[in-house]
């Protein structure tokens, strides 16, 4: 039995960000105090700090500006790190890949912007037997002499894992998140105790690429936001979903989620005037310019087409509740949060047909076939869309308990 529980969750404590990590993160920590009272353990979320650990009592509200400045100067990052590996010789421009300098970066950007000074009174001392659990983005965490002092200390480190895609995908991906997932799996290797996915089909691609380890796996929950205030939304949003037929996405918008093939599918709606709009709701992520071009400068943007990057949870439910579907066409994902988010809400979700959406999403929702371009187009043009009746999927309490039970066994 161990003494006590710790959550680490130092990435989204730093970050400011309130995407699909962020927001699991989050909700585990909200429910961790009525699971550590049901299962009679001392559960503490902790934030790392110059190798020493703190508690803390809630999570910093990031203001917009913030946010928008760290994306400017990794802009910046990324556009002077191409100019030198133009200029530098190969040898040398390697090293500009390295990393633990794309860490590096990030974490002084963190810490410039976001971090707040950890009060002394608030260090954690550890003990044998204590486990802490990597909840956050593991490859962040590359202070791999903290891992060893806690090994050395007799307390086990259990991590959890969202998915390989940057390994088994890279295309989707940065060289950069490639390369820090790559190296924190080696160098973490010795240091943790069991991996814990969040899919059984991502505990299948870890325990193939990694081999050697124990492994297990738990669901995320539903019910992410309960605090759900209709007054308190914008009737500038409300208006995006008066009309019947407004299909949805909620997704960071990178490569792998594949916004285009949607794009392409109402583009095709719209020339057979189709009344019918389209709201994408996520920020700009990674190799996105094209993209992001084509969307801005389309002919029905804000009036059919909608793009929204500062979404709050409030105003999110109030989309799962109006929108008429949910579009989810990923290429690859790790579980796929907004699908459940939205059944949850009763709304309809139709999904691109690849393994993880049909370990989640079941004979619950619609789904469509990515290597035909004209699939999604089809189902919407003829209505097929499964609705949602007695849908049920356990919740955030549930999801925080069965990580904890499992941590504790693996």
């Known amino acids: 039995m161990p ?70 100067l990794k802009k910046i990052y990324v556009s002077t790190r191409a100019f030198l590996d133009y200029l ?38 550890m003990r044998p037997n204590d486990i802490v659990i990597l909840l956050d983005s593991t490859w962040l965490n590359n202070n791999y002499k903290q891992l060893e002092e806690l090994k050395q200390n007799s307390i086990k480190i259990v991590a959890v894992l969202y998915d390989i895609i940057p390994i088994t995908h890279p295309e989707f991906c940065t060289i950069d998140l490639t390369n820090s997932l790559k190296d924190w799996y080696k160098k973490a290797a010795p240091y943790i105790d069991g991996y814990i ?10 325990q193939a690429y990694l081999k050697q380890g124990k492994f297990d796996y738990f669901y995320l929950g539903t019910n992410f936001s ?29 490569p792998r989620k594949n916004h285009a093939y949607i794009l392409d599918t109402f583009d095709a ?26 969307i801005t400068t389309h002919e029905l943007y804000n009036k059919k087409l909608f793009l929204l990057t500062d979404t709050d949870d409030n105003a999110l439910v109030y989309a799962y509740k109006h929108a008429k579907a949910l579009l989810f066409a990923s290429h690859v994902e790790g579980f796929g949060l907004p699908i459940i988010e939205s059944l949850f809400y009763r709304l309809p979700v139709i999904a691109s047909d690849t393994p993880i959406h049909k370990e989640i999403g079941r004979e619950n929702i619609s789904y469509f076939d990515l290597a035909n371009p ?9 209505q097929n869309i499964k609705p949602v009746h007695d849908f049920i999927w356990q ?9 904890i039970l499992k941590s504790k066994e693996i």
């Open 226 to 254: 309960t605090e759900y205030d209709e007054q308190k939304v914008p009737d500038s949003f409300k208006n995006l979903f008066k009309t019947p037929n407004t299909y949805l996405t909620v997704s960071t918008i990178e």
């Open 269 to 294: 709606l719209w020339q057979s005037k189709e009344d019918v709009t389209y709201v994408m709701i996520g920020r700009e992520g990674w190799n996105m310019k094209h993209l992001m071009h084509r």
């Open 3 to 72: 003494n006590k529980i710790y959550l680490d969750c130092t990435p989204t404590y730093n970050s400011g960000l309130n995407t699909g990590i962020q927001r699991v993160v989050k909700n585990i920590v909200k429910h961790a105090p009525e699971v550590a009272k049901e299962l009679q353990i001392p559960i503490v979320p902790v934030v790392s700090l110059c190798g020493a650990y703190y508690t803390f009592e809630a999570f910093p509200h990031i203001s917009p500006t913030k946010n928008a400045l760290k994306t400017f």
């Open 374 to 382: 004209s699939s999604l187009q089809h189902i919407i043009q003829t």
């Open 88 to 125: 530098l010789p190969t040898a040398l421009s390697r090293m500009l890949y390295h990393p633990s300098l794309a860490i590096f970066a990030n974490k002084v950007t963190d810490k410039i912007l976001f971090s707040k000074k950890r009060e002394a009174s608030r260090e954690v001392t």
């Open 395 to 403: 919740d955030w309490h549930q999801s925080t308990k069965e990580l």
């Open 197 to 206: 996915a969040i899919s059984k089909s991502v505990q299948v691609e870890i």
